[in-house]
């Protein structure tokens, strides 16, 4: 029966096509707001903050959960193993202790911390969008690298202008006084796209699903036109929250309903196994940017939500590498049926 169901997962997307239509459609209509429309700084501020809040947080407040149900289904033994074997207090000092060194990377050598979160963010944004593809080793490589990069870096590029205050108030260079880079903004935007379709094509054949290819050249097309047309704050808030973090809840949701019976956990009790740990993150989130507001460093606002991000990341990947390698592979079980 666990083969059947890995068979039957093993290529499933995270989530269901009526989702991945709705979640098309409101990015379309972000791209169409964004090119009918001025930018507003504040809203976009007030957007990333509260996709974070509503999406982001959540989705990484069950790892503790996750890292005991991966240690049920008895993984293979490998250098992260001890951390899904440790008790509930020793997660959590490592969960704590992560975010608290990485603090330290920023605030001591701030320009290594963001190579490093950029660097993290290509693996972690790859590997959960396009991991339940479940192709070899190499390939299935290739393409979440190359899923990365074509997010992380149209993000940065496509509107570098805009983009390089933050990263110069982050890691403290900036980008526009490259010359390779801030002259040839198009053309770096277009190798990345291109790379992503080369790389694709490249795999295409080693899916064999037309209904996840065809599904990958929607996601390609969408992804694109929101982080070219849309200013790169509410670019970011979409894919994060709508593909991103949504995709990850809904894997959530099939795996931490392994630790009761096959069925998915219903929404309502996703929602309630994440509240508690959500409430302090976000209860720390607004401490910090409502101290950067009463100090009037209004421009410090997204510097710290991200770099707070950061931070929560780090452990977070190592629960959710853990995850996908964790055989059989739970991440992509095959739900009750539910949408």
Do not use: C
Request: hydrophobic share 55%; glycine share 8%; charged share 10%.
């Amino acid at each position: 029966m666990t083969a059947l169901v890995s068979r039957l997962g093993a290529r499933r997307a995270p989530t269901s096509p009526r989702v991945f239509q709705s979640v098309v459609a409101i990015t379309a209509l972000a791209t169409v707001v964004a090119l009918a429309t001025s930018s507003n700084d504040t809203v976009s501020v007030a957007i990333v903050v509260f996709v974070i809040a509503l999406f982001g947080i959540p989705h990484g407040a069950v790892d503790h959960l996750v890292a005991t149900t991966v240690q049920r289904t008895g993984p293979s033994a490998s250098a992260l193993a001890p951390i899904a074997q440790v008790s509930q207090l020793r997660f959590h000092l490592f969960y704590i202790g992560a975010m608290a060194a990485y603090g330290l990377v920023w605030l001591a050598i701030p320009g290594v911390a963001l190579a490093g979160f950029l660097l993290v963010s290509i693996h972690h944004f790859g590997q959960s969008d396009l991991a339940h593809l479940g192709i070899d080793r190499w390939h299935q490589l290739a393409i979440q690298l190359s899923r990365g990069l074509f997010l992380v870096g149209l993000v940065l590029v496509a509107n570098l202008n805009t983009v390089a205050p933050v990263i110069e108030r982050m890691g403290g260079f900036d980008p526009t006084s490259w010359p390779w880079l801030a002259g040839h903004t198009a053309l770096w935007s277009t190798v990345l796209v291109g790379q992503q379709l080369a790389v694709g094509l490249v795999v295409a054949p080693r899916i064999g699903d037309r209904a996840t290819i065809k599904r990958e050249v929607f996601t390609i097309i969408s992804l694109t036109a929101l982080l070219v047309a849309t200013d790169p704050l509410i670019g970011f808030a979409v894919y994060f929250g709508l593909w991103h973090s949504l995709n990850h809840l809904n894997v959530l949701a099939n795996v931490l309903g392994h630790r009761t019976s096959l069925a998915a956990l219903r929404p309502v009790e996703l929602a309630r196994l994440v509240a508690p740990r959500s409430a302090v993150s976000i209860a720390a989130l607004a401490i910090l940017v409502g101290g950067a507001q009463s100090l009037g460093q209004t421009e410090l606002i997204v510097p710290i939500t991200l770099v707070f991000v950061s931070m929560l990341t780090l452990p977070h990947m190592v629960v959710v590498e853990r995850l996908w390698k964790a055989k059989p592979p739970l991440a992509t079980r095959q739900p009750s049926g539910r949408d």
